[in-house]
């Protein structure tokens, strides 16, 4: 049997709490969602779910949730280079966006998670993010009568780890963009992209070489690449190398997603590019030099108005008509 299931995926309207359906059809340009076998979705899970993503108390001083790195305000990432966690710690990596996070194959910059639920366990436990131990977080959620009930409703125990994970992650599959400009465009309304929209579209699919990697519907390989960012630097992060002991890898980072990437600045893993404008010049440049940088990289050569009209494309063409903007919930 297969590991995974097709379903529908919840309505974005639904998350925000105007509809109740479950059969909604995904936004424009994207497929239904994979679900595993083993964490079926329902409306009380994903609530649920979401009430654990914005709770302070599963940080082990109770200042820091899910939703203090991977904010919906904020592209559901954070506005800064890195990420804080409790006692004003800084990680050495920057949030990625849980934006249509439940497509991708590998989860954390370098690919250490497999699942969304594998992934949701990380930072309670990282003592620079969350700092709490899962013991811990079970026996606070155990002592709060709401929370107890709709365990024992959901997964008919009290609350696990594990179902704590399974909850996190059936909510996160929901937060999903599409339906942009450049969805509508392929769909066949050629008014959709404005004419700098346009030219940008073609020079992403053509002679900027983006699609070599931000490919499919999620403009993403699902793989890893070294482009040279932070590879100047006196220790360099060694990125997905630590994970695959692959000596290819050393610098490699997940490609991101660029649904609504607009709204997530700054970029890349480290957060060293503040702009998207200044991410294009780094491409244009052919990314910074090293000995494994990918063979994909190389100077462009584009025009000031070729670089403008690639970051419209990006700005406008690939935000959301639909944006998931979910508000935190009333918790318990």
């Not at 506005?79 to 804080?84: E, G, K």
């Not at 992934?119 to 606070?140: D, T």
């Not at 793989?223 to 695959?244: L, Q, T, W, Y």
Request: glycine share 10%; aromatic share 8%.
């Amino acid at each position: 049997m297969s590991k995974h299931i097709l379903i529908p995926t919840l309505s974005l309207i639904a998350v925000l709490g105007l509809a109740s359906t479950l059969h909604a059809e995904p936004p424009l340009g994207l497929k239904p969602v994979k679900v595993p076998d083993d964490n079926p979705m329902s409306e009380a899970k994903i609530e649920l779910g979401k009430q654990l993503y914005f709770d302070k108390r599963l940080s082990k001083d109770n200042t820091i949730s899910c939703a203090s790195c991977h904010d919906p305000k904020k592209g559901w990432s954070n506005d800064a280079p890195v990420a804080t966690g409790i006692a004003g710690q800084k990680g050495g990596r920057s949030s990625p966006t849980i934006i249509n996070a439940a497509y991708h194959r590998f989860q954390f910059w370098d690919g250490r998670a497999g699942s969304l639920e594998e992934q949701a366990l990380g930072p309670i436990q990282n003592p620079i993010e969350m700092g709490e131990s899962l013991e811990n977080v079970e026996k606070k959620l155990n002592a709060i009568p709401g929370y107890k009930e709709q365990f024992q409703k959901v997964f008919g125990t009290d609350a696990t780890s594990e179902n704590i994970a399974k909850a996190i992650a059936a909510f996160e599959r929901t937060v999903l963009s599409g339906n942009a400009p450049y969805d509508q465009y392929e769909a066949g309304n050629k008014e959709a992209l404005s004419e700098s929209a346009a030219r940008g579209m073609k020079l992403f699919f053509g002679k900027a070489n983006c699609s070599a990697c931000h490919t499919g519907s999620n403009f993403t390989d699902n793989a890893f690449h070294n482009i040279g960012v932070g590879m100047d630097a006196k220790e360099p992060d060694e990125g997905r190398v630590a994970i695959s002991k692959l000596g290819g890898d050393t610098g490699s980072f997940k490609t991101p997603g660029l649904r609504d990437i607009a709204r997530s600045a700054p970029y890349m893993h480290d957060g060293s590019l503040k702009t998207l404008e200044a991410v294009v010049e780094h491409y244009d440049k052919g990314g910074i030099e090293n000995e494994f940088l990918d063979e994909e990289l190389f100077p462009l050569n584009l025009t000031d108005q070729e670089k403008q009209d690639l970051v419209t494309f990006l700005k406008e063409g690939l935000a959301s008509e639909n944006y998931p903007d979910v508000k935190p919930p009333e918790l318990p």
